[in-house]
Each structure stands twice: as structure tokens, then as C-alpha cells.
């Protein structure tokens, strides 16, 4: 049996988040470099919205996402936002927070973890977090206040 060839994932593609399981509602999320993403702050009903529309939204949240069902091409891509420079194609540093070793203070920035010496900077930086499909789903369906919402 042949194996399903993934998609083609390029920095600044922006796709649509299907926020249920009637695909009535959906959220936006533009690619950072491989495994980042950008969650946008604008959610749908009733329709998909251009790319034009969307680029009015800030980000609301950075994570690191697996990705799945966007290299599985489920989630319908708008289009591609390229970023201004190489730079930007990064999220922003974010803490790394152990659980199971608090003493260890590490930033994620730019696809390395930093010791939080080395960086200079830990307390106020944001969470660094990782999300399933499932999880990046259930933080924008859990978080409405963030969105500006549009009912078409």
C-alpha cells in the first residue's frame, strides 16, 4: 500500500481551525518555522473567512503544534502571509516550565532551549506550550474573550 504523501507546510501559511465537529466554527493559525505556530485572534461562524480578513488579527498565542491534521491536509489552508523578514518567521522566547524539575529554568527562542542564565530573562516571559490537534482546538474554544468573533 502506498503511503500518503504529507503536506507541504510553508512559513506564513495560514489555515482554518474547524472548532467543531459540524465545522460551523473556526479559528486561525499561521505558521511559524517548523513546529511553531501562530494562534490568530479572530474566530468564524458559518464561513471560512479570506485571507484579506484575516490579516487584520494579531496573534493571541504562540505554541508549539504537531501539527497532524494540517500535514494530513484535514484543515483548509487560506493562504500564505509572508513574513517581513527571517526574524519575524520566529515566535518570540517563551518559559519552559518543569514539572518535574522546577530547579531547571530553561527559554525556548528560536528553536533552542536556553538555560535561563545564559538568556538573562525567565519570570516574565510567556509559557512555552505544547499542543495536540485537540489541545490547540480546545485552547481557543476555552479562551473566547481573546477572539474577536464573526458571524457570517
Known amino acids: 500500500m502506498a503511503k500518503k504523501r504529507k503536506h507541504q507546510v510553508k512559513i506564513g501559511d495560514v489555515y482554518a481551525v474547524p472548532l467543531d465537529t459540524l ?25 471560512i473567512l479570506s485571507l484579506e480578513e484575516i490579516k487584520k488579527y494579531p496573534i493571541v498565542l504562540d505554541a508549539f503544534a504537531l501539527r497532524t491534521s494540517i500535514e494530513k491536509g484535514l484543515w483548509p489552508l487560506i493562504g500564505n502571509i509572508p513574513f517581513e523578514n527571517e526574524e519575524e518567521e520566529w515566535p518570540g522566547p517563551r518559559k519552559q516550565v518543569s514539572k518535574i524539575r522546577p530547579d531547571v529554568r530553561m527559554v525556548v527562542y528560536k ?41 457570517k
Open 111 to 151: 528553536g533552542h532551549f536556553i538555560s535561563e542564565e545564559k538568556f538573562g530573562e525567565y519570570d516574565n516571559l510567556p509559557e512555552y506550550k505544547k499542543l495536540t490537534d485537540e489541545h490547540l482546538i480546545e485552547e481557543i474554544n476555552l479562551n473566547p474573550t481573546l477572539y474577536h468573533h464573526i458571524e
Open 23 to 47: 465545522n460551523l466554527r473556526y479559528g486561525y493559525v499561521r505558521m511559524y518555522r517548523d513546529p511553531n505556530i501562530a494562534i490568530l485572534a479572530v474566530t468564524s461562524r458559518n464561513q
